[in-house]
T-cell receptor, first 116, second 115 residues
Framework: NAGVTQTPKFQVLKTGQSMTLQCAQD?????MSWYRQDPGMGLRLIHY???????DQGEVPNGYNVSRSTTEDFPLRLLSAAPSQTSVYFC???????????????FGQGTRLTVV | AQKITQTQPGMFVQEKEAVTLDCTYD???????LFWYKQPSSGEMIFLIY??????QNATEGRYSLNFQKARKSANLVISASQLGDSAMYFC????????????FGDGTTLTVKP
């Protein structure tokens, strides 16, 4: 059971380059999210999706784009990489059950991105 | 304003002893869920325990329990009988309402278990 798969695991970019971080889940979860984790800090929400075709901004969306054309995939695009985007990026998925939502987030292994 | 506050950047505990990791939260939504995750040095995020705002009893999962004090807006994680493998970063997180895509995380507490 693959769960949430992120690729690549490591990436080095030059300032100004663009790239896409891939995220796929095979659990048929409605909700998917992207977080960044800076050294010694918690996770901050970049963008999230509540279903195919529906996305919304989180706490730190600037410099990132997302789309959700299928339930399974939720890629994160860096438009023009900056050193401030050096971070570990986590993709997560979840499903709805009850109110309040009592289902945990399932995380990918993370992508360590360095922008030089 | 920060919605999740973890005031202990680092904690030490002796093997086999219990330890409490603090978490306070802030929300005006009456419906919310509180989660604890463990992040070992390998980097993955591991779900530990959940507490819902309407739950009358404190959550327990094996050696983990959550001391939920709603009026004080605190949701402390208690780890009993600490093991060396418990050494990790621990994050408290909150999800408000019915949106399972949005979680707010604290800055974490690094727990070190001493032999």
């Amino acid at each position: 059971n693959a769960g949430v798969t992120q690729t690549p695991k490591f990436q080095v970019l030059k300032t100004g380059q663009s790239m896409t971080l891939q995220c796929a889940q095979d659990m048929n979860h409605e909700y998917m999210s992207w977080y960044r984790q800076d050294p010694g800090m918690g996770l901050r929400l970049i963008h999230y999706s509540v279903g195919a075709g529906i996305t919304d901004q989180g706490e730190v969306p600037n410099g990132y784009n997302v789309s959700r054309s299928t339930t399974e995939d939720f890629p994160l695009r860096l438009l023009s990489a900056a050193p401030s985007q050096t971070s570990v990026y986590f993709c997560a998925s979840s499903y709805s059950a009850g109110s309040p939502m009592n289902t945990e987030a399932f995380f990918g292994q993370g992508t360590r991105l360095t922008v030089v | 304003a920060q919605k999740i506050t973890q005031t202990q950047p680092g904690m030490f505990v002796q093997e086999k002893e219990a330890v409490t990791l603090d978490c306070t939260y802030d929300t005006s939504d009456p419906s919310y869920g509180l989660f604890w995750y463990k992040q070992p040095s390998s980097g993955e995020m591991i779900f530990l325990i959940y507490q819902g705002s309407y739950d009358q009893q404190n959550a327990t999962e094996g050696r983990y329990s959550l001391n939920f004090q709603k009026a004080r807006k605190s949701a402390n994680l208690v780890i009993s009988a600490s093991q060396l493998g418990d050494s990790a970063m621990y994050f408290c997180a909150m999800r408000e309402g019915t949106n399972a895509g949005k979680s707010t995380f604290g800055d974490g507490t690094t727990l070190t278990v001493k032999p």
